[in-house]
T-cell receptor, first 111, second 116 residues
């Protein structure tokens, strides 16, 4: 079955701390991977995506993610978080005809 | 947990016809529904935001007469693609805030529309 798991439901960090949000997936076939962010009261915004090529993907706002095929993982990282990174983060996996979202991880950054 | 049920999951229609996509919130009230579409090899794009009992807010470049959104109740939001054309073929997905957390959201399973 196709699925996406985000194991961290709620992460609380102090400013300048490093961030890593886990994302594991189960998907057959060619996989496209995404990380989206949703700030309070706003719609989804794309942070980064992976379709092929270099498995280390750099996105906006200093975020990056690494696709590790052997681990079926696509973890999101940021070396130093800011208060403005407080938001909900969604990992998504899909192919040409579908898209599956994880349940999301709420990140709270304490000033 | 909160679930948004989206139907149909796949639909094929002829050019010129209309297609309705439904998103129902199960076990919670969705006062707001976000509608997105995704083109191949691209990320989701917000089309519109619907609010129960009021007109939807459309993003720039989205034709409101072509993509009719209705949010008549707290548990149902619909997107109707009118006079569909092949370029409307895409993946459509809805999302609603669940209200259980300060800003938790849940997604429908998506609809793959193919216009032939």
């Amino acid at each position: 079955a196709q699925s996406v798991s985000q194991h961290n439901h709620h992460v609380i960090l102090s400013e300048a701390a490093s961030l890593e949000l886990g994302c594991n997936y189960s998907y057959g076939g060619t996989v496209n991977l995404f990380w989206y962010v949703q700030y309070p009261g706003q719609h989804l915004q794309l942070l980064l995506k992976y379709f092929s090529g270099d498995p280390l993907v750099k996105g906006i706002k200093g975020f990056e993610a690494e696709f590790i095929k052997s681990k079926f993982s696509f973890n999101l990282r940021k070396p130093s978080v800011q208060w403005s990174d407080t938001a909900e983060y969604f990992c998504a996996v899909g192919g040409a005809n579908n898209l599956f979202f994880g349940t999301g991880t709420r990140l709270t950054v304490i000033p | 947990g909160a679930v948004v049920s989206q139907h149909p999951s796949r639909v094929i229609c002829k050019s010129g016809t209309s297609v309705k996509i439904e998103c129902r919130s199960l076990d919670f009230q969705a006062t707001t529904m976000f509608w997105y579409r995704q083109f191949p090899k691209q990320s989701l794009m917000l089309m519109a935001t619907s609010n129960e009992g009021s007109k939807a807010t459309y993003e720039q470049g989205v034709e409101k007469d072509k993509f009719l959104i209705n949010h008549a109740s707290l548990t149902l939001s619909t997107l109707t693609v009118t006079s569909a054309h092949p370029e409307d073929s895409s993946f459509y997905i809805c999302s609603a805030p669940t209200g259980g957390r300060a800003y938790g959201y849940t997604f429908g399973s998506g609809t793959r529309l193919t216009v032939v």
